[in-house]
């Protein structure tokens, strides 16, 4: 895919892999959507983008609500006229035990993890499908091929993404020449754990970054570019990106 003049759609592009991913597509001729509930951040980014001279619009979307995602895409086409890539990115992992039973948190990884990436997928495929090509990322996890105790809720969440992403691959690849590819990252500097209510968990995560060297989010962003850059016929449907020192 050449991506000059590509147009994309990232959610969860207010901090972590959505943004160095905006920032690297930007620099790569894409106009980017941003979306993602933090305006005050997509719009900074988006000046960022600009000043760098790219092509971004800030899109404030909770993923969650699906009126709140087909007004985001309308802002999309209405502005750039058509939609290649999609980047379904937004998650959370408030991670504790099952014991724990912090169901609130279960349905909120739930809502943003996997319906959230049904609801853009469900917004913006018809128009992948009008133009017979696109590119759809879901950013799944190492969560999503391995279980970890404490994370029962997110892998399931995670599992399910993956799951999804294959079996949309088989579903739009030959019928409407889209690539599908899941991100299954290891451990990425982000803003991940600041959201772990679980004191315990919250420092142990925290401690796995003196065990080992977390990657950047813009090397997340590098397979993302590896991906869309490879020939038309070339699905890359997994990248399984860890840091060299992660078992
Ligand atoms: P961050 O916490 O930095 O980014 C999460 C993003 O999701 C934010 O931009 C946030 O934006 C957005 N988001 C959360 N809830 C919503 C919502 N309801 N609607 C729209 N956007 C939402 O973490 P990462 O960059 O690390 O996470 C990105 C993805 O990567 C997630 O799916 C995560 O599970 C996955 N991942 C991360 C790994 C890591 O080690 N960091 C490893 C493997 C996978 P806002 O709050 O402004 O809405």
């Not at 943004?19 to 930007?26: G, N, P, S, Y």
């Not at 000043?51 to 609500?65: K, L, N, R, S």
């Not at 939609?83 to 992992?93: F, K, P, Q, S």
């Not at 990322?137 to 993404?161: D, H």
Request: aromatic share 6%; glycine share 8%.
């Amino acid at each position: 895919m050449n991506l000059n003049g590509k147009v994309a759609l990232i959610t969860g592009a207010s901090s972590g892999i959505g943004a160095a991913t905006a920032l690297k597509l930007a620099a790569h001729g894409v106009k980017v959507g941003l979306a993602a509930r933090r305006t005050d951040r997509l719009q900074q980014l988006e000046a960022d983008i600009r000043a760098a001279g790219g092509d971004a619009i800030t899109i404030a979307m909770d993923v969650v609500d699906q009126a709140s995602v087909t007004a985001g895409v309308k802002k999309l086409i209405d502005t750039y006229g058509r939609i290649d890539i999609v980047h379904n990115n937004a998650g959370l992992m408030p991670i504790s035990d099952v014991e724990a039973l912090k169901t609130d948190e279960w349905h909120r990884m739930i809502d943003v993890n996997i319906k959230g990436v049904l609801n853009t997928t469900a917004a913006t495929l018809p128009y992948l499908q009008r133009q017979k090509s696109g590119h759809i990322f879901n950013t799944s996890s190492i969560a999503g091929r391995k279980v970890f105790a404490g994370l029962s809720v997110y892998c399931a969440t995670k599992f399910a993404v993956a799951a999804f992403s294959d079996g949309l691959r088989m579903e739009v690849g030959k019928k409407y020449n889209i690539r599908v590819t899941c991100i299954q990252p290891g451990a990425v500097e982000s803003e991940l754990f600041e959201h772990i209510s679980d004191a315990a968990y919250r420092e142990q995560m925290e401690g796995l970054k003196g065990q080992m060297s977390f990657l950047k989010a813009s090397d997340i962003a590098d397979t993302v570019l590896f991906a869309l850059q490879a020939p038309d016929r070339v699905n890359v449907a997994e990248l399984f990106v860890l840091p060299t020192d992660q078992p």
